[in-house]
């Protein structure tokens, strides 16, 4: 009966073991964990149906389903009518220096060759086809004992897969199931997983066999002697079971990843707890060319955050005071008052309606946690129940859904009944008198209502929120560790998994080793650095710094009319003669490094206390301007502190409605005044200007005025995609970034909406991104591209044909349309995505730096690639903490025929121009400025409420978010807008061009 209090509510369930989707007959796959949502079937621009992929669920491929869990290569997910011809490996670099570094890949020394059975497992009655209940079936002791019956080992895929090493005799047996029969109870899962059954308590269990698994199809595919095709996938995912079977038995599985709950716990700001777990995953290896099986186990450490084990109205306490600095402080009594609705004065109406709070918000975090509730009557009863939502709605009025508040109407004993309050219930039937009636009830999945106080949450549950600074903090700090301990780590895990004594292994005669592969690595020559006044030499250090070096490139135009506000006038922020003295020594430090600087910097302190920054930034534009007698080229404003809003509300306005480049300084940072501080703004203030801070010089001085990387006209090319949260309706933002001179030092940037969770560049999109860019290229050089190398970060293998036929080629057609001919392409596809570490021998000072990273440069081409294809890792930066994440570069079209030699060397050297830094960085710049402008494109939103994020205020000048719900709706958007364009007729065409192609979102 729905709203009763009777505690019926559907258990939950922190599912032991591999998870798994459908199939149809034989096919393969099973799914680890929620499915994979779609992509948005329109443009960015079109009005949409009603679909909306990150709660829609779609079909999923059986490549898509192993994908999940195994990194398949880009081959997996070709269709029978895609002719893609992917880019094969063209040799490997000789140049540089030979070193060894180990992997954490674990070879699979040998499998056998002997057949292996695949059987689709069904259960009658199934209406709801819940695969659940195919497992509880399966893991009765009637199907136990029958499946020892027929010999050989048997896996389960843990919802309707199963593979053997014998086969059964017909290829089909059926088995009946009694669930209420004692040995079948006695045989239940862990009391956490185990599920209350249907009424209907026999069923009828088919083991058909569907198909014969042969790994020599999988090495032919190695080999390069057949093409990808279902064959090979039935063995990635028999393999995959096979290597995961044994430790799903014991942990804990969430996706690739297994947490043994004797592992190390630790706390997250108190908040949450972090468990560290083992990554586990196949991968296919290059080895195959040299003898090897074609195999390797992928083996990291991982961290994970957790719900913690805690009662439900201390836990809701603990996220409220996690939020907020000024909300730490509260006991329960304020918690409970801050939780209660705050009315609301509509304009049309006299009386008040009654909305959440903004504590309240964050309660809804607990939807869908798995709990069990403990009283008097519930005593040894460890039913599961699950949160369906915090209770809130106008009709409970101003003190809010609390016990005494939520009603429901009982049925006694005697069959009348009653309405009755939630505590009165609680008095009535079981004697309990709730310590906490102020607090909301909570609404199970199945109606049944709950106080707090009396409910516990689960172990094992993941936090799936984005964690909050602090945090954030923690789970770096637990998570970044030096290479050492992160291997010490990693072979911990190794000898958990004992794969040596895993009887899954050593029934389907599968062999790991049990210690790291050692691969032969090359460790590129590092580049030169020419600033202004002097070239610098990093060596293997991979760092340097601007101490009396002048930007190879200062602004393009002296400053003159340029200014530095304070925002906030109470002295909170900074206090004027600090403002003034910062003004004053960051011009000199700009001008120590080339900078021009033609008159001194306008200073002034606003009031922020009407808690309007579009004003703010008005009257900034404005002053300044009015002070020079001349439009304004760049305004820096002090802040008191970071909020994401004010900054978001800054920079709409100045690249959006004023059209000029802004730069956004703490009031800390500002009162200290140091120079190391100042030199890096100056960093990213020059290259705004249209500066360049260094570039690679050419290792010929007879050329040093030539590009060393080409020797035709050539362009780069780097475009990301950054999406909202799961089930959020925020639009997708598509950045694309190119480079504007033949040194490829300056990229100028173009951001657009890209529809709902499109990851795929659509062509509407792509025609609001490139042609102005290609246009200004070829004013800029005075000539055609010859050749473009595009760069594409955060798309999966399965997207990569899309790549190439939606993204490519409506570039191809752009370039066309602006009369630029038909350039070649050499499309690269960059991702940081992946576990594996590279680890120098301790002490080996050729290949490793003190805390054991492998030196700037190191790259990997052997091992952990593909046989056939052109990949490559590398490790291109000095790792700052923990351990040094390399880049998995892989080209996928290359009509240019680029050497190895020349694209790493390339693509290595390149990594020293990234304006705003004294390091090489870890990705290719093109790649990394297409995230900054993707990511910077949220100041650009378009709203018809210019506060639509805002909440509401705390002290002056600091706005609060609000939830994305509240922002972009709950329901799927019919129409996404575009964003706000950096163009204003009210200036000089001039003023609107210079923004557009500088350097605004670094």
């Known amino acids: 009966m729905s709203g009763r209090p ?38 960015a621009f079109q009005k949409g149906g009603g679909y909306d992929p990150a709660r829609d669920r779609v079909p999923l491929t059986p490549a898509e389903m192993v994908g999940k869990r195994v990194d398949l290569p880009v081959d997996a997910y070709k269709t029978e009518k895609d002719e893609t011809r992917w880019a094969p490996r063209p040799g490997f670099v000789s140049d540089g220096k030979a070193i060894t570094v180990g992997l954490n890949l674990f070879a699979v020394t040998n499998w056998s060759e002997r057949e292996i059975y695949q059987y689709d497992i069904t259960v009658i009655p199934n209406v709801k086809q819940s695969n659940a209940l195919v497992k509880k079936v399966w893991n009765t002791q009637t199907v136990t004992e029958l499946l020892r019956t027929k010999g050989g080992m048997w896996l389960y895929d843990g919802s309707k897969l199963a593979w053997s090493s014998e ?50 199809y999988l090495k032919a595919y190695l080999q390069g002697k057949i093409a990808w095709d279902s064959h090979v996938l039935e063995c990635m995912n028999f393999f995959d079971h096979c290597i995961r079977q044994n430790p799903s038995e014991k942990w804990i599985t969430i996706k690739r990843n297994f947490y043994d709950p004797s592992f190390p716990v630790a706390s997250l700001s108190g908040d949450l707890v972090v468990n560290q777990g083992i990554y586990c995953a196949p991968r296919l290896s290059e080895t195959i060319n040299r003898g090897g099986t074609g195999l390797a186990i992928n083996v990291d450490r991982c961290q994970t955050a957790f719900w913690p084990v805690e009662n439900l109205a201390e836990l809701a306490g603990r996220i409220v005071n996690s939020q907020r600095d000024e909300w730490q402080g509260w006991d329960d009594a304020q918690i409970a008052a801050y939780l209660k609705p705050r009315p609301y004065l509509r304009s049309e109406s006299k009386e008040p309606v009654y909305i959440e709070s903004e504590p309240f918000k964050y309660l809804k975090r607990m939807e869908r946690l798995k709990f069990t509730v403990s009283h008097v009557g519930k ?19 101003k003190e809010g859904a609390t016990s005494k508040n939520v009603k429901f109407e009982k049925t006694n004993p005697d069959g009348t009944t009653e309405e009755i309050s939630v505590y009165d219930h609680y008095v009535k039937r079981w004697g309990v008198r ?8 909570i609404e199970s999945a199945r109606g049944g209502y709950f106080p707090m106080e009396l409910c516990t949450t689960i172990a094992h549950q993941k936090y799936n929120y984005k964690l909050n600074p602090q945090q954030t903090t923690d789970m770096i700090r637990h998570a970044a560790t030096r290479p050492g301990k992160r291997q010490a780590d990693i072979m911990e895990g190794v000898q958990h998994l004992k794969w040596r004594e895993d009887a899954y292994l050593k029934a389907f005669g599968i062999d790991v080793e049990n210690q790291m592969i050692k691969t032969s690595a090359r460790l590129l020559q590092n580049p030169e650095v020419s600033f202004g006044n002097t070239k610098v030499n990093p060596g293997t250090t991979g760092r340097w710094d601007l101490r009396g070096k002048t930007f190879y490139q200062p602004n393009q135009v002296p400053l003159k009319a340029w200014s530095f506000i304070c925002c906030g006038d109470d002295g909170r922020t900074c206090k004027m003669n600090d403002l003034e003295n910062f003004a004053r020594q960051f011009s000199q430090v700009y001008r120590t490094h080339g900078g021009k600087v033609a008159a001194p910097a306008f200073v002034k302190m606003l009031s922020v206390a009407i808690n309007n920054f579009d004003k703010v930034c008005e009257q900034a534009f404005y002053e300044t301007g009015n002070h020079f007698k001349a439009a304004p080229q760049l305004i820096f404003f002090i802040l008191p502190t970071k909020n994401q809003l004010v900054y978001e509300r800054i920079k709409k306005n100045m690249d959006c409605q004023f059209n000029i480049v ?72 598509a950045a694309l970034t190119m480079s504007l001179d033949k040194f490829a030092t300056r990229f100028a940037g173009a951001c657009q909406t890209n529809g ?19 246009k200004f290229w070829v004013e800029e050089n005075r000539t055609m591209p010859k050749h473009i190398y595009y760069l594409r970060d955060g798309c999966s293998e399965g997207q990569f044909k899309d790549v190439l036929g939606t993204e490519v080629a409506e570039m191809r057609r752009i370039f066309r349309e602006c009369g630029c001919g038909e350039p070649k392409f050499t499309v690269i596809i960059a991702t940081k995505r992946h576990h594996v570490r590279f680890f120098p021998k301790q002490g080996d000072k050729n290949a490793g730096d003190r805390n054991g990273n492998p030196l700037p440069g190191t790259l990997v081409e052997r091992d952990v690639t593909h046989p056939q294809h052109f990949d490559f890792y590398l490790c291109s930066h000095a790792a700052i903490q923990g351990t040094a994440r390399p880049v998995h570069y892989q080209v996928i079209l290359d009509e240019a025929g680029v ?47 210019p506060d639509q994020k805002i909440f509401g205020y705390g002290k002056a000048g600091f706005p609060y978010a609000k939830a994305n719900e509240d922002i972009y709706g709950k329901g799927p958007r019919q129409e996404i807008k575009p964003l706000l364009p950096m163009v204003n007729s009210r200036w000089h065409p001039d003023i609107v061009k210079f923004m557009n192609t500088t350097m605004w979102y670094v």
């Open 379 to 397: 005593l040894g009863q460890p039913k599961i129940y699950s949160i369906k939502r915090v209770l809130s709605g106008n009709k409970y009025g």
């Open 434 to 441: 709730l310590g906490k009636p102020s607090l909301p009830i």
């Open 662 to 733: 802004s730069q956004c300084l703490q009031g800390g940072h500002v009162k200290k005044c140091q120079a190391q501080y100042m030199s890096n703004v100056a960093m990213k203030v020059n290259a705004k200007l249209g500066g360049v801070t260094c570039r690679i010089a050419h290792p010929s001085l007879a050329k040093s005025s030539s590009p060393p990387f080409w020797s035709l006209p050539t362009m780069m090319i780097g475009v990301d995609v950054s999406h909202g949260g799961a089930g959020s309706q925020q639009p997708s933002m």
């Open 899 to 945: 050497k190895p030699n020349d694209l790493t060397k390339m693509i290595y050297q390149q990594c020293y121009q990234y304006c705003r830094s004294t390091t090489p960085v870890s990705l290719h710049p093109a790649v990394y400025y297409s995230h900054l402008a993707s990511n910077r494109a949220r100041s650009h939103e378009s709203f018809d409420d």
């Open 167 to 216: 086969k059964i005799e017909r290829g089909e047996t059926r088995i009946t199931v009694d669930l209420d029969q004692l040995k079948e109870k006695a045989m239940k899962e862990h009391e956490l997983v185990a599920k209350k059954v249907a009424r209907q308590s026999v069923y009828s269990l088919t083991i058909r066999q569907t198909t014969t698994v042969r790994l020599s």
């Open 6 to 43: 009777s505690h019926s509510g559907t258990p939950g369930a922190s599912q032991l073991g591999s998870r798994a989707g459908s199939h149809r007959g034989s096919q393969v796959g099973s799914q680890a964990g929620s499915p994979t949502r779609g992509a948005a079937k329109t443009s």
């Open 756 to 774: 709902l969770r499109q990851e795929v560049v659509t062509a509407n999109t792509m025609h609001m991104l490139l042609p102005r860019l290609a």
